[in-house]
């Protein structure tokens, strides 16, 4: 290890990897590596690791579960972090003496942890089922769908600053809306619910009611990061019409750049076919702004999180 990576990394209770594929570890599966890829073994390493990168001026980056992210083909700079030790994957039920409550690890799955709530009875992140990712990544990104937001669960969220500062906001002055929240960039270390006693079957229903619906709307089984675009405004040109209906009513559903395609299942999902890279699937998504901006007046922005060496 160099002189430098060792003034950073040296002495740490870290897992270090250097240059690591990571777009292979994304839900797209395509893009570049990391320069370090390191998983902290406990939350004083990542602590220290985290004022090591900011007193020398290191950027660092959290991976979650890779189902957001699009890599780019040279992959990324800097320190990508990956919070899947065990010590930021637990759960904590009755969380504080409150039945319901569960402090849940930023690394938790959160397939898992529909799993579970649904075998203990547990109702109120049923909203999430069918949605892949990391507890840190849906609470960065406010994921959801017709059926509500993470936020809607959210209590208080555990948090670090760039500079190394531990702090627990309140859920409710984090202002969070569609796909976004003022919550400030850092680390997302675990997340407070309050989820709500119920019939295990019922809760059970809920579940494979939502799923059905998204695999039945959605390409779930191909390679994708989800919905490309955000929705548009709908008091704006785009007249109450979602990012997918723009791309339907192009008449680019099946287009193509590279191998990269919108769904014919979803208009709003770009998928990666065997031989693509990110740079298909970032041209094919410039193309598909300037056609929806040309044809309807109605300028689309980027719900997929691009990672590069150039971005800061
Ligand atoms: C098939 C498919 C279906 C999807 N359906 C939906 C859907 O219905 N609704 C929806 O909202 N999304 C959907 N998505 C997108 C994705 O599931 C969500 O955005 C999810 O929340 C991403 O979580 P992640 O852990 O994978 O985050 P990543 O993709 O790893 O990261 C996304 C962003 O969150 C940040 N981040 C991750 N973890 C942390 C942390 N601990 N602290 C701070 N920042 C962090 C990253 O730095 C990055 O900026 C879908 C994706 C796929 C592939």
């Given at each position: ?20 594929p990571?777009?292979?570890?994304t ?7 990391a ?6 073994r406990s939350e ?7 004022q090591?990168?900011h ?12 189902a ?5 083909d ?10 899947d030790d065990?010590?930021f994957r637990?759960?904590?039920y009755?969380a ?6 569960a ?9 898992g ?12 992140f049923e909203?999430m089922?069918g949605i ?9 990104m ?8 993470i936020s ?20 409710a ?7 976004g929240?003022?919550?400030?960039s850092g ?6 619910m ?8 019922t809760?059970?229903n809920?579940?494979?009611e ?8 959605q ?7 989800g919905c490309a ?5 709908p ?6 019409r ?12 099946g287009?193509?750049i ?6 014919d299942?979803?208009g709003?999902?770009?998928?990666a076919e ?6 298909d699937?970032?041209?094919?998504m ?5 056609r ?10 980027r ?10």
């Open positions: 290890m160099s002189l430098a990576r060792s003034s950073l990394l040296g002495g740490l209770d870290l897992n270090v990897s250097l240059d690591a990571l777009g292979s570890l839900w797209f599966g395509i893009g570049g590596h320069d370090m890829l390191v998983s902290p004083e390493a990542l602590i220290h690791l985290i090591r990168c007193e020398q001026d290191v950027k660092v980056r959290v991976f979650g579960g890779g957001n992210l699009l890599i780019d040279a992959g990324v700079s800097g320190v990508v972090l990956r919070l065990e010590c637990r759960i904590r009755n504080e003496g409150e039945v319901g409550a402090i849940v690890g930023a690394g938790v799955d959160l397939f942890f529909v799993q579970d709530t649904k075998r203990r009875g547990l109702a109120g909203m089922a892949p990712g990391t507890v840190g990544g849906a609470v960065r406010n994921a959801g769908g017709a059926w509500g937001e809607t669960a959210l209590q208080s969220v555990d948090h670090l600053s760039w500079d190394g500062q531990h702090r627990t906001f309140d859920a002055t984090l202002g969070f809306r569609y796909r929240s003022d919550l400030p680390v997302i270390l675990s997340a407070k309050i989820l709500q006693e119920d019939d295990p079957v809760v059970s809920r579940v494979k939502i799923f059905q619906h998204k695999r039945s709307s390409p779930m089984g191909e390679s994708s990061a675009f955000r929705n548009p405004d008091d704006g040109p785009a007249e109450g979602s990012a997918g209906a723009l791309i339907d009513q192009a008449g680019l559903k287009h193509r590279g191998g990269a395609v919108v769904s299942q979803h709003n999902f770009v998928v065997s031989g693509a890279n990110a740079s699937v970032h041209r094919l410039d193309d598909i702004q300037a929806v901006l040309d044809r309807f007046g109605v300028e689309l922005s719900e997929i999180v691009f990672w590069s060496r150039e971005e800061q």
